[in-house]
């Protein structure tokens, strides 16, 4: 190859790298010109009712907080989630598309309780021009679940109660930016939690007929903390509450001797999260002679699909209750 | 070794076979020069793991060791295409092809795990390693892997000698510069591939340079630099990987890579054949003789200091 | 009176016609033509650059060939790989390598040892023989890393003869070393000529070309004259193959 034709190769090669970060960006953003740095205001205006049809522009971090929002909400919001199923908010870093999403908004809602742990930065900034709410900092401290280093617990919306009050607080802030619907949105809110309520009663009944004990609940992260409050399972997780440290052989085995010990027969797989570990917890029990059957996949940082019936709040508790009353209360 | 969970037994013999087969390909790579290329290439794999991932649509192990052997080749291909073709040097041609692979291999991530199912993949854990969650199936793949390495070096161990002390004169007697290297190539992606999953790709470098470096201050011997950069990798394979199982929430990886840098310190200082502590003693010796002879001939009195 | 139909004329050892070859982007061999016939002792000499390392290369199929044709023994070179023994140079090593003499030489076995095998006594013994000849029996199972300039330069001649082939080709074998070792080296080459090997030694050092040498080859990217050293190594030669690099001193007249 003479010297020029080399030289233009390389050029080449190294724009068409340069270009992939571009290509990466848009295809998780949305296209627009790049202007962003954090909280720029990229074309959103901060009144509220001003964007398609009027309707109030919702960004929220997880869908657990988007979907019952787009209910509640109906067609006088149009709400967005960030994070989609199957991923892991405790390791989620924003990208360039996200932060000019969050600059679009009307209103941001995220849990905060330090799940969206690397996030903290851009909703500061956010929070500077428009409303950022975290909805689990409106609960009460004393409602709250802790580990043993005094970390609190931010899977609140597993707790149907403490996930209403949550919900509340962000249809609040929904009627302070459009006081004229404040009565659509309460009449909406009033159905949604009396779906709610059903919702809980269901997974009340089906927990209590589960045998005492059998009813431990074992995971790969410990995201169930507060299910197992309101519905009375005993909750181990393989890691802690967040997904950042690394599973040491000490957490493994430490299950396989709970597991061994009360005669679980079930352990449960999450669909944000590698089940390495938890085959491995498996195959340690068969060694120890308990057939630990996997008892299904359980949603846990995430939801289903969009459109699926997993996809919605209710929808997705209620597989997870099916799926752990399937496995537990089944014959062995 | 008292009351060891299964689990444990298949943890500390994966790391075993790993830290074995790891010291002994990072032997020759001490010898070819090439220890940044182990980690170079180590770093080159994440693209392909992922890309393996993401071509299938859902997760499947072989296709994705596949993906980081071939990405890990690709990088090799790259750093000798750089080289051979441009004035950069080899150290910088590596150089570029880590971060650029291991920044694609990034970037292609966080395209990932925004996908449906992409956080069950896995995937992140060939960044730092999951050595605590190792099964039967993995310690007999990584025991397959040290059997060959073992196997290959001790068949031709004076073709390696050769080829790695006088590569031109290697290819005068016939011995195949490009297949001996094709052969080291192949043991090293292999060992790379089956080892980023124990100990991620950060620091699988460090099992395979540690020990061989730890190894060169103990002999003046090829051969048993070789068995004592097995034996290192192996036994900082092990201990690390028992430290961590003490605690909960201790990281195998990185304790493995403490235990090789231990070994490596202790080498460094108290080694046989170059460690400083002989140094010290040899100079000792040294400065002692010379005074002696000073003072027999008269050119200085007992107790007056050297000039 | 023997019948002057049997008197065969002798086959030449080496021959080498119009090669051609290049570092990077430079010629650094042009139309190399010459033959070396057996039972001489032949100095390459030429400026820095002028290709004489990378002509032994480019014969031995160490470096790419851009062109001509290389015959060793009348056939290509792989097929007489075991007749002909390569010396590279001394820095084309590394000498901090963890190994002895002896094992060095024993190299040198290898082909006749067979892949996949080990040496055996027969060998080492061979080994030690040949180290014996260059005078380092002694130093046999010295680390490599040990030895001076010299010594290493030994081992590597010792490997040489070890191969007991019919051509040695030496690259630079007396640069830096003291003149015990130069002597014991010219000495050994002295034999093997005498013995009827072909003999090809890159020299840097034109004061004793006409020392040592019964033959000059000067090089400068091509053939500048070959032949006996008496005829060819005249001041005009010279001239022609330094350029202005030569200072000259006038040869002191014995």
């Known amino acids: 190859m003479s010297r020029s034709k080399k030289k233009r190769t390389i050029v080449l090669t190294a724009a068409l790298l340069a ?214 399972l005993e909750v181990v997780g393989l890691q802690g509450l967040s997904t950042e440290d690394e599973i040491g052989l000490g957490d493994i085995e430490r299950t396989i001797d709970l597991l061994v010990e009360r005669r679980v027969p079930a352990v449960f797989v999450e669909s944000s999260i590698n089940p390495k570990s938890i085959e491995a917890v498996i195959e340690g029990a068969k060694e120890r002679g308990l057939n630990v059957r996997l008892g299904g996949e359980l949603f846990s940082d995430a939801m289903g699909g969009a459109g699926t019936e997993e996809g919605t709040y209710i929808g997705m508790f209620r597989h997870n209750v099916d799926t752990i009353h399937e496995a537990l209360a089944g014959e062995e | 070794m008292i009351g060891l969970s299964h689990n444990a037994l298949w943890v500390l013999v994966s790391m075993l076979m790993l830290g074995t087969a790891a010291g002994l390909v990072g032997c020759f790579a001490y010898w070819k020069r090439h220890s940044l290329m182990s980690d170079a290439l180590a770093h080159a794999a994440l693209p392909g793991v992922v890309a393996g991932y993401a071509l299938l649509g859902f997760k499947s192990l072989p296709v994705m060791l596949l993906g980081a052997a071939a990405s890990a080749l690709v990088g090799a291909l790259a750093v000798s295409w750089i080289r051979s073709s441009s004035r950069v040097k080899e150290d910088a041609a590596m150089g570029i092809i880590l971060s650029v692979f291991f920044g694609l291999g990034i970037m292609l991530l966080a395209i990932v795990n925004r996908l449906p199912g992409g956080g069950q993949s896995g995937l992140d854990s060939f960044i730092f390693g999951q050595a605590a969650a190792m099964v039967r199936q993995d310690m007999r793949l990584m025991t397959a892997a040290a059997a060959i390495v073992l196997l290959v070096v001790l068949v031709s161990f004076k073709e390696w000698k050769l080829h790695l002390f006088d590569p031109a004169f290697a290819r005068g007697l016939g011995l195949s510069g490009r297949l001996m290297d094709a052969a080291y190539l192949t043991l090293l992606v292999v060992v790379i591939v089956i080892g980023i999953q124990a100990v991620g790709v950060i620091l699988m470098a460090a099992l395979l340079i540690i020990p061989a470096v730890s190894a060169r201050y103990w002999t003046n011997a090829f051969g048993t630099m070789l068995a004592l950069s097995a034996l290192f990798g192996g036994g900082a394979g092990v201990a690390g990987a028992y430290v961590s199982t003490l605690e909960s929430g201790w990281p195998t990886g990185p304790f493995i890579v403490i235990a090789a840098a231990g070994i490596f310190l202790v080498s460094f200082l108290f080694g046989l054949r170059k460690g400083l502590l002989l140094k010290a003693m040899q100079r000792r010796e040294q400065m002692r003789r010379l005074r002696t002879r000073a003072i027999r001939s008269d050119k200085l009195t007992e107790g007056e200091a050297l000039p | 009176m023997e019948p002057v139909a049997n008197m065969k004329k002798p086959e030449p050892a080496l021959q080498v016609h ?237």
């Open chain 3, 18 to 254: 119009g090669l051609h070859a290049a570092y990077r982007r430079n010629k650094v061999l042009e139309d190399v033509t010459f033959e070396a016939m057996p039972g001489t002792l032949t100095a390459i000499v030429g400026p820095n650059g002028a290709g004489k390392s990378t002509l032994l290369k480019t014969m031995l199929d160490l470096h790419p060939r851009l062109g001509g044709e290389v015959r060793f023994f009348g056939t290509a070179y792989r097929n007489a790989k075991l007749k002909v023994g390569y010396v590279p140079q001394r820095g084309s090593v590394d000498w901090d390598f963890p190994t002895d003499a002896l094992d060095v030489v024993l190299m040198g076995l290898y082909g006749r040892i067979g892949w996949f095998r080990r040496p055996g006594r027969r060998h080492r013994e061979q080994a030690l023989e040949a180290l014996a000849k260059m005078g380092m029996a002694d130093f046999a199972k010295r680390q490599i890393s040990e030895l001076s300039g010299g010594q290493q330069q030994r081992v590597f001649l010792a490997r040489a003869l070890v191969q007991d082939a019919d051509l040695y080709l030496l690259d630079e074998p007396l640069a830096g070393v003291d003149a015990a070792t130069e002597r014991a080296i010219m000495e050994t080459l002295k034999t093997l000529r005498a013995a009827g090997k072909t003999v090809m030694v890159v020299h840097h050092d034109l004061q004793t070309v006409e020392d040592w040498f019964d033959h000059v080859l000067l090089l400068n990217r091509t053939v500048i004259a070959h032949g006996p050293t008496a005829e060819v190594f005249t001041p005009d030669n010279l001239a022609r193959a330094y350029g202005g690099w030569l200072r000259r001193k006038e040869p002191v007249p014995r």
């Open chain 1, 19 to 232: 270009l992939l970060p571009l290509l990466a960006a848009c295809g998780s953003g949305g296209g627009a010109a790049a202007t962003g740095s954090d909280g720029g205001e990229a074309g959103g205006a901060s009144a509220a009712g001003t964007g398609k049809d009027g309707a109030i522009h919702v960004v929220t971090t997880i869908a657990q907080i988007a979907e019952p929002l787009s209910v509640i909400g109906g067609d006088r919001v149009r709400v967005e989630s960030l994070m989609g199923p199957g991923v892991d908010p405790h390791l989620y870093q924003a990208s360039q598309g996200d932060i000019r999403k969050l600059g679009s908004a009307d209103a941001v809602f995220y849990n905060g309780l330090h799940l969206e742990a690397n996030m903290t930065r851009a909703f500061d900034s956010i929070g500077k021009s428009r409303p950022a709410l975290a909805v689990g900092e409106t609960i009460a401290q004393d409602r709250l679940l802790t580990d043993e280093t005094g970390a609190v617990d931010p899977h609140i919306w597993f707790d149907i109660d403490l996930w209403k009050d949550a919900l509340a607080a962000a249809v609040e802030e929904l009627k302070k930016l459009s006081p004229d619907d404040a009565a659509y949105f309460e009449a909406n809110r009033r159905d949604y939690f009396a779906k709610l309520d059903e919702l809980k009663e269901e997974a009340v009944a089906k927990m209590s007929s589960i045998p005492e004990e059998r009813r431990v609940l074992v995971t790969a992260h410990d995201a169930f903390g507060y299910f197992g409050r309101m519905l009375g």
